[in-house]
């Protein structure tokens, strides 16, 4: 037996007891970070059946989302709001539970506690001052808030971390940079992926339920704008505005989640107050209804201003549905050579792009194809896998 093969036994048999931090996986709308913890989770349940888990989760309307298991159990914490939850009464039930390494997953982590910390540190936007200055004038309270508390706790938390884990290679330097972390093992990147029910959908009734419960129009772009400046949900309708003056399309933009006031406000400053008509607001969409809707759609907009990573994009690849994206941030890493490759900043170009690809079904055919290839390229249990491995060398001393 070699060196290498006594050393991988001895990581196997360590148990340990590890905790993640995984407040919202309960909560009914759940967003970005919020299910890359929960895949997260799902996956170590299972591939890891030696090491004891204890997931700490505020409680709330879908608990069904994990089940417990022989090695995972759930703690529900009240703790009131999320600066209290997280700073005072996760690591007391951490320390309680016996945690060894205690997991934050959504950018910042109790700043007082002797339990070893790894965070996920998904990106820095809230740190940069472009970004800053962009949200000033806009932006949800929630946002602003949460903007604020990370931008206080992050730097703090980079300093007492054992591991950093980020999401693409692009927020891996730009977290090195900010930070003076240039060559700093603690840092790491371990990609996101898609789940498994990403994936073209062929059954007519599924189609159809789903066409119906969000009142689906027959031929559609989609976009997921929200009010985070960082989306340029105002780039996109202005894009889409142009389109449908250059084109004299049909077509409707679809968007999930938005507020109809807001909207308004929206196409005010740009001009074309009739666009609402050409726009339908889905409310709010189950995850698992998303597939039926990307294959629904013409091509899916991903033309954000900064991204740490863009989950959405290979949803939509996965799905075989053409995507414009952007040139910026961590955008084309991600999307490799699959997508339409546009800047942001100049909607004429994200306008150019759409009329390029609907008009030419060669190019839209060989976006699928290549979209397909590239999403395949990420899972969520190589991802669990990778912070797996670190928990073990956490343990191991290694790190």
Known sequence: MTCKQKELLISEAIIMIIGIEAQRIFRKKKHGMDMVALE???????????????????????????QESDNFKVVRLEGGVY?????????????????????CTSNTAPIFTSIPL????????????GYLKILSGSGSWYQKFGNLYRKLFVPKIVKISRKIITVSHFERNRISQ??????????????????EHFKPVTDQVELNRVKEKYHLPDRYFFFLGNTDPKKNTKGTLKAFSDFLKQTGSDLKLVMLDYDRQELEKLLDGIGDKDLINHIELTGYVVNT?????????????YPSLRESFGIPMLEAMACGTPVITSNTSSMPEVAGDAAAIIDPYKP?????????????KGLRDNMKAKGLIQAAKFSWKAMAENILAIYRQLEAGKI
């Open 83 to 103: 600066p209290f939850w997280e700073q005072i009464a996760l690591p007391k039930a951490a320390k309680a539970a016996g945690c060894q390494i205690l997991h």
């Open 348 to 360: 004429e170009e994200i306008t150019a792009a759409m009329i390029r690809i609907l008009s030419d």
């Open 289 to 301: 209804d998303l597939p039926a809707i990307y294959c629904q759609c013409e091509l899916f907009l």
């Open 118 to 129: 790894v965070v996920t540190l998904h990106d820095i936007i809230y740190m940069e001052s």
């Open 40 to 66: 997260l989770i799902r996956n170590l349940q299972s591939i890891d059946k030696k090491n004891e888990y204890f997931l700490f989760i505020k409680p709330d309307e879908d608990d069904r989302v994990i």
């Open 178 to 195: 900010f930070f003076g972390m240039v060559d700093d093992s603690r840092l790491v990147t371990v990609y996101n992926g898609v789940s």
